[in-house]
């Protein structure tokens, strides 16, 4: 883009860290501001309430788009000189597509045992308030998705489908996996330090603190997903699909249902998950293997 010579693409790729920090940070505001702002216009012209599923739906679909999708896009934009490639979305070896969706089912159980775990914690007494802070917005996060989830038509199913599968998919894995770890990776020379600080503020920014340790452990995953194959298309694909299991079972079965779990974390059951991480290392190490052997190809 240019406009009276001056060139917006790339105009921040030069400048110091926290400059970029700065517009990144202002990016974000703004687009949280305009987006939301346009949901709520959206619902108030629908003529919706406020907390209606309709309302809550739009609300979420515009705010993750200006949160997740185009702050991200933006930033780049504006701090790559060539901003075309940085996201890696290329199509890969379609093996590589179907081993990181099995990673997925096979840490599934050992992701299940850390949520377990997790729900159990208590903070010290000193931290009462804390904690009872941080169960009522486990509460609210829990409401909104039983409101979103509890649908018996085929036009709620899809709109949940685009709601809390795709559009979460595609605007996390682009913020956290595409800007985020690249970008800490880049600045830290540690791929592994990278995945893991990224994994913690996917984790984090969500507020669900009893689901802090599952969804670490998912978003880990994710990221070694986007490491070993070299394309934001694997952890796009496996997000949704991990979210979009969940939608499909509570419209077959029952929104409780599908938030619930009858897995205990016994000694056998935590073995057992154990035993299915180390496998879920070897699937990794597999998606390496075919990821190296697919660039082998492409420089012939």
């Known amino acids: 883009m240019n406009l009276n010579g001056i060139t917006f693409k790339g105009m921040f790729a030069e400048s110091p860290l926290w400059k970029k920090v700065i517009l990144f940070i202002f990016l974000l505001i703004f687009f949280t501001c305009l987006f939301s702002g346009i949901g709520l216009l959206v619902t108030k012209i629908a003529g919706w309430d406020g907390r209606s599923a309709e309302a809550m739906k739009v609300i979420q679909l515009c705010s993750s788009?200006?949160?997740?999708i185009l702050t991200p896009i933006v930033y780049i934009f504006f701090t790559r000189t060539d901003p075309k490639g940085f996201f890696r979305l290329k199509m890969v070896d379609p093996?590589?597509?179907f081993l990181g969706l099995l990673s997925i089912i096979v840490?599934?159980?050992f992701i299940s045992v850390a949520g377990i775990l997790n729900e159990g914690m208590h903070l010290p007494d000193v931290f009462q308030g804390v904690e009872d802070w941080m169960k009522k917005s486990e509460e609210d996060a829990k409401w909104l998705t039983l409101l979103f989830l509890d649908t018996h038509?085929?036009?709620?199913l899809i709109s949940n489908l685009i709601v809390v599968a795709l559009v979460p998919a595609i605007g996390e894995e682009l913020?956290?996996?595409g800007v985020l770890q690249q970008s800490l990776a880049q600045k830290l020379k540690n791929e592994h330090v990278a995945v893991w600080v990224a994994a913690f503020v996917f984790s984090a920014i969500h507020l669900q603190f009893f689901g802090f340790f599952p969804r670490?452990?998912?978003?880990?995953l994710l990221g070694y997903l986007f490491v070993y194959g070299k394309s934001l298309i694997i952890p796009i694909f496996c997000h949704?699909?991990?979210?979009?299991?969940?939608i499909i079972y509570a419209?077959?079965?029952s929104p409780e249902k599908a938030l619930e779990t009858d897995m205990k974390a016994t000694p056998g059951m935590v073995t057992i998950s154990i035993i299915l991480l180390g496998i879920t290392c070897l699937i990794l190490l597999r998606i390496q293997h075919l990821s190296k052997k697919q660039e082998e190809k492409e420089e012939i």
Do not use: C, E, H, Q
């Not at 670490?216 to 880990?220: F, K, N, T, Y």
């Not at 949704?240 to 969940?246: C, I, L, S």
């Open 65 to 68: 788009t200006g949160i997740f």
């Open 95 to 97: 093996r590589i597509i």
């Open 107 to 109: 840490a599934y159980p």
């Open 153 to 156: 038509t085929i036009p709620g």
């Open 175 to 177: 913020m956290f996996r």
């Open 216 to 220: 670490l452990l998912l978003g880990v």
């Open 240 to 246: 949704f699909m991990n979210n979009a299991v969940t």
């Open 251 to 253: 419209y077959t079965a």
